[in-house]
């Protein structure tokens, strides 16, 4: 069975403009989290999507939105990018609500110049 | 607000000898823990998980400790091979939300 899949891999933007991330979940899996991880804040939890509704949202600011489809696919858009964005966006499916057993995707990389 | 801890950011194991990494966490109400294994370029791999009802679990090669009194979690790694060389994290969550994540232990298996 396949794995949770992002794309893209890697992604150059410059400052102030927009980027959107998808992921694609593990077949079955209905919910969808997302995560940034930097080296100076580590791992840090943005929002979670289960059946199109976001049930749970971090500290991040109004420029990280997302949304998830029927199809449980989510995406994630960040706008008016700054450099402190620079990181690896994560995306993570479980089964049902929540982290229970979630499993990450590879992640896609952002650099913003 | 909570945090999930790491008593040591690295570790070096000799190949074949048991690996200990450990994890502090702050939140007593946490009830639901996992432990991920992140290589270079990649994405954190579940490992192992347990919930707070029980004190231990075993996986392939992997055994999780949960320690509710003094708030300690712990990921034995048996025998251990090159390839678990990674940075392992430890994660709690609690009433089912978002995952919080320790800053992780870099894990070098000297051959």
């Known amino acids: 069975k396949a794995g949770v899949t992002q794309t893209p891999r890697y992604l150059i933007k410059t400052r102030g403009q927009q980027v959107t991330l998808s992921c694609s979940p593990i077949?079955?899996?209905?919910?969808v989290s997302w995560y940034q991880q930097t080296p100076g804040q580590g791992l840090q939890f943005l929002f979670e999507?289960?059946?199109?509704?976001?049930?749970n949202k971090g500290n991040f600011p109004g420029r990280f939105s997302g949304r998830q489809f029927s199809n449980s696919r989510s995406e994630m858009n960040v706008s008016t990018l700054e450099l402190g964005d620079s990181a690896l966006y994560l995306c993570?499916?479980?089964?049902?609500?929540?982290?229970?057993?979630?499993?990450f995707g590879q992640g896609t990389r952002l650099t913003v110049v | 607000g909570e945090s999930v801890g790491l008593h040591l950011p690295t570790l070096s194991v000799q190949e074949g000898d048991n690996s200990i990494i450990n994890c502090a966490y702050s939140?007593?109400?946490?009830?639901?823990f996992i432990w991920y294994k992140q290589e270079s370029g990649k994405g954190p791999q579940f490992i192992i998980d347990?919930?707070?009802?029980?004190d231990k679990r075993q996986g392939q090669r992997v055994t999780v400790l949960l320690n509710k009194t003094v708030k300690h979690l712990s990921l034995q790694i048996a025998a251990t091979q090159p390839g678990d060389s990674a940075v392992y994290f430890c994660?709690?969550?609690?009433?089912?939300?978002?995952?919080?994540f320790g800053t992780g232990t870099r894990l070098t298996i000297i051959p």
């Open positions: 993570a499916s479980s089964l049902y609500k929540g982290p229970t057993e979630a499993f």
């Open positions: 077949s079955g899996h209905r919910s």
């Open positions: 999507y289960f059946s199109e509704t976001q049930r």
């Open positions: 939140n007593s109400a946490s009830d639901y």
């Open positions: 347990i919930r707070s009802n029980m």
């Open positions: 994660a709690e969550t609690f009433g089912n939300e978002k995952l919080t």
